[in-house]
C-alpha cells in the first residue's frame, strides 16, 4: 500500500489533503502541533475509509521533531511516496509593526519547515527511484501582499525551493510540485475582517471562495501517476483572483 506524509493534517486544507488520499488508498501519517482533539478526530475519519492513520505530534520548524516524525510514518508503514509540505502559519502586519519573532516564526514554520521535511524523506525516494514532493505554497508568493510581507516572503521562498529540488533529484524519479492557493475558507481566512474578504471576492473570477477540497483535487493529481511528466511547476487554484 502506498504512503503519504501531510505536515499540518488535522485541520483546513491539510485534513482534507490527507482523507482525499486515503480514499485513494494511501496510508496516511499527519503531523500538528497544539490540537489534539481535531488531530485524533481527522485520524478517525481517515480510517473510516479502510486506509491506516497516524497522527504525530511533531513541529516542522524543529529538525529533531521531522526527524522523528518520519521515522515514526516509516516504521508504521514503509518508504514515504508522498509528502505534502502542508503546515503553515500567518503572523500578519505592517513590517514597520513586525517583531523579530513574528518574522522567524513564519520563515521557521512555512519555509524551514518544508527544508527539514523534504530532506528527511529524500534517502527513501532515492531508494525506490520514486517520489511526489507537494508544496502548499501561496498566490502571495507570487503577487505580494501588504501586511503579509513574512508570509509572502515564506511563500515566494517554497516556491524557489520547490524549482531547485526539483532540478536536483529529477534525475531520481522525484517530482516536486508547489500548489498556490488563493484565498480558500479555512480556519486560517475565518479570522480576517468581513471588508477584507469582500475585497478578495470582488477579485475572484468564479466569484467564489475556494474550498479546502478545491486545492486537495489537485494535491491528489500531483501525488498521483497522472502527473508523472510535471515537475518544478506551480499550479494556481485562485479561482482566477486577479
Ligand atoms: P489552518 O486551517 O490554520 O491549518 C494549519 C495546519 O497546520 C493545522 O493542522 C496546524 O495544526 C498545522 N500546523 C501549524 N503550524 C505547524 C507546525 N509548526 N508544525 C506542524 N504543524 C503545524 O491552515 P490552512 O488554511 O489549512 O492552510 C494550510 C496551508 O495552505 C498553509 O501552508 C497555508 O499557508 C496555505 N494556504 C492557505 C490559504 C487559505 O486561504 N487558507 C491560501 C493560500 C495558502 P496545529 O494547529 O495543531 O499545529
Same mark, same amino acid.
Given at each position: 500500500?502506498?504512503? $503519504?506524509?501531510?505536515?499540518?493534517? *488535522?485541520?483546513?486544507?491539510?485534513?482534507?489533503?490527507?482523507?482525499?488520499?486515503?480514499?485513494?488508498?494511501?496510508?496516511?501519517?499527519?503531523?500538528?502541533?497544539?490540537?489534539?482533539?481535531?488531530?485524533?478526530?481527522?485520524? @478517525?475519519?481517515?480510517?473510516?475509509?479502510?486506509?491506516?492513520?497516524?497522527?504525530?505530534? @511533531?513541529?516542522?520548524?524543529?529538525? *529533531?521533531?521531522? =526527524? @522523528?516524525?518520519?521515522?515514526?510514518?516509516?516504521?508504521?508503514?514503509?518508504?514515504?511516496?508522498?509528502? &505534502?509540505?502542508?503546515?503553515?502559519?500567518?503572523?500578519?502586519?505592517?513590517?514597520?509593526?513586525?517583531?523579530?519573532?513574528?518574522?522567524?516564526?513564519?520563515?521557521?514554520?512555512?519555509?524551514?519547515?518544508?527544508?527539514?521535511?523534504?530532506? $528527511? &524523506?529524500?534517502?527513501?525516494?532515492?531508494?525506490?527511484?520514486?517520489?511526489?514532493?507537494?508544496?502548499?505554497?501561496?498566490? &502571495?508568493?507570487?503577487?505580494?501582499?501588504?501586511?503579509? *510581507?513574512?508570509?509572502?516572503?515564506? !511563500?515566494?521562498?517554497?516556491?524557489?525551493?520547490? !524549482?531547485? &529540488? $526539483? !532540478?536536483?533529484?529529477?534525475?531520481?524519479?522525484?517530482?516536486? =510540485?508547489?500548489?498556490?492557493?488563493?484565498?480558500?475558507?479555512?480556519?486560517?481566512?475565518?479570522?480576517?475582517?468581513?471588508?477584507?474578504?469582500?475585497?478578495?471576492?470582488?477579485?475572484?473570477?468564479?466569484?467564489?471562495?475556494?474550498?479546502?477540497?478545491?486545492?486537495?483535487?489537485?494535491?491528489?493529481?500531483?501525488?498521483?501517476?497522472?502527473?508523472?511528466?510535471?515537475?518544478?511547476?506551480?499550479?494556481?487554484?485562485?479561482?482566477?483572483?486577479?
Amino acid at each position: 500500500m502506498s504512503v $503519504a506524509l501531510i505536515t499540518g493534517g *488535522s485541520r483546513g486544507i491539510g485534513r482534507v489533503v490527507a482523507l482525499n488520499l486515503a480514499k485513494e488508498g494511501y496510508n496516511i501519517t499527519f503531523c500538528y502541533t497544539s490540537n489534539e482533539t481535531a488531530a485524533q478526530e481527522t485520524a @478517525a475519519e481517515i480510517e473510516k475509509t479502510g486506509v491506516k492513520a497516524l497522527a504525530v505530534k @511533531a513541529d516542522v520548524s524543529n529538525e *529533531s521533531d521531522v =526527524n @522523528a516524525l518520519v521515522q515514526a510514518a516509516r516504521d508504521a508503514f514503509g518508504p514515504i511516496e508522498v509528502l &505534502v509540505n502542508n503546515a503553515g502559519i500567518t503572523r500578519d502586519g505592517l513590517l514597520l509593526r513586525m517583531s523579530e519573532k513574528d518574522i522567524s516564526d513564519v520563515l521557521d514554520t512555512n519555509l524551514k519547515g518544508a527544508f527539514f521535511c523534504t530532506k $528527511a &524523506v529524500l534517502k527513501d525516494m532515492m531508494k525506490s527511484r520514486y517520489g511526489k514532493i507537494i508544496n502548499i505554497t501561496s498566490i &502571495v508568493g507570487v503577487t505580494g501582499n501588504a501586511g503579509q *510581507s513574512n508570509y509572502a516572503a515564506s !511563500k515566494a521562498g517554497l516556491i524557489g525551493f520547490t !524549482k531547485s &529540488v $526539483a !532540478k536536483e533529484y529529477g534525475s531520481k524519479g522525484i517530482c516536486v =510540485n508547489a500548489v498556490a492557493p488563493g484565498f480558500i475558507e479555512t480556519e486560517m481566512t475565518e479570522k480576517l475582517p468581513e471588508e477584507v474578504k469582500n475585497t478578495y471576492l470582488e477579485r475572484i473570477s468564479l466569484k467564489r471562495f475556494g474550498t479546502p477540497e478545491d486545492v486537495a483535487n489537485v494535491v491528489s493529481f500531483l501525488a498521483g501517476h497522472k502527473s508523472d511528466y510535471v515537475t518544478g511547476q506551480v499550479i494556481e487554484v485562485t479561482g482566477g483572483m486577479q
